[in-house]
């Protein structure tokens, strides 16, 4: 066609809040085996579509592509999770309690590829989509009560990690413009924006005055809380 546009991506889905309360002693043995894994992680946003234009003509001709645009990624829910009790992980990359709020991320604009021939004036135009929006990330709360104790053996196995991550924003889409004329010819194409980054939010860590957090191994913080934007 000389005209194509491409369809945009659709949204990411919204994760709802994710909650654990332990009351009962936790212990797993092995690589990847936490205590305890809370997350709410919203959906990604869909890609936009690609868009392809060729002409060609003995009088004037042009060609134009869009690209769809890429769709924003899905937002997080409140994650919390507490504990009462002993959790005890023996494993390399095994935290004692993971909780975790993750924005789904944003789509890639689509490409846009357009060609155009002529005996007369010939012109192709390709115009790329935009990336989408990284989603938004919830909230996270980790509780350890004065009876809870957190105990890991294992490298890369902290006691308590808790993150709030926005998510990241889409690449901007490709563009490919070509045009040929025994006459004049022009040719433009203007690539995608990238997406913004999503928006983290609060991490807490609270503790008892009684809690025991003991970790063994190399990379294994006993505590880690972070807030991190896409």
């Known amino acids: 066609?000389?005209?194509?546009?491409?369809?945009?991506?659709?949204?990411?889905?919204?994760?709802?809040?994710?909650?654990?309360?332990?009351?009962?002693p936790i212990s797993t043995k092995g690589q990847l085996s936490p205590g305890m894994l809370?997350?709410?992680?919203?959906?990604?946003?869909?890609?936009?579509?690609?868009?392809?234009?060729?002409?060609?003509?003995?009088?004037?001709?042009?060609?134009?592509a869009v690209g769809g645009g890429g769709a924003s990624g899905g937002t997080s829910g409140a994650v919390t999770a507490s504990n009462t009790a002993s959790v005890t992980t023996v494993g390399d990359q095994s935290a004692a309690i993971t909780a975790q709020s993750i924005g789904g991320s944003g789509g890639s604009g689509g490409n846009a590829i357009t060609g155009s021939a002529s005996g007369s004036v010939s012109g192709s135009v390709a115009l790329a989509g935009g990336g989408g929006t990284g989603g938004t990330a919830g909230a996270v709360t980790?509780?350890?009560?004065?009876?809870?104790?957190?105990?890991?053996?294992?490298?890369?196995?902290?006691?308590?990690?808790?993150?709030?991550?926005?998510?990241?924003?889409?690449?901007?889409?490709?563009t490919l413009s070509a045009s040929a004329s025994s006459d004049a010819s022009f040719a433009v194409s203007v690539g995608g924006g990238g997406g913004k980054g999503g928006t983290s939010n609060q991490v807490q860590i609270t503790t008892g005055s009684g809690n025991a957090i003991s970790?063994?191994?190399?990379?294994?913080?006993?505590?880690?809380?972070?807030?991190?934007?896409?």
């Open 142 to 174: 980790v509780t350890l009560s004065n009876s809870g104790s957190v105990s890991t053996n294992g490298l890369i196995s902290p006691g308590v990690l808790a993150q709030s991550i926005g998510g990241s924003g889409g690449n901007g889409g490709l």
């Open 215 to 230: 970790t063994q191994q190399n990379q294994s913080n006993a505590l880690v809380a972070q807030s991190i934007g896409g």
């Open 38 to 64: 809370v997350q709410s992680i919203g959906g990604a946003g869909g890609s936009g579509g690609m868009a392809a234009s060729g002409g060609a003509s003995f009088g004037g001709n042009l060609s134009t």
């Open 1 to 24: 066609c000389r005209l194509c546009a491409a369809a945009a991506g659709g949204a990411g889905g919204t994760a709802n809040t994710a909650a654990i309360t332990a009351s009962a």
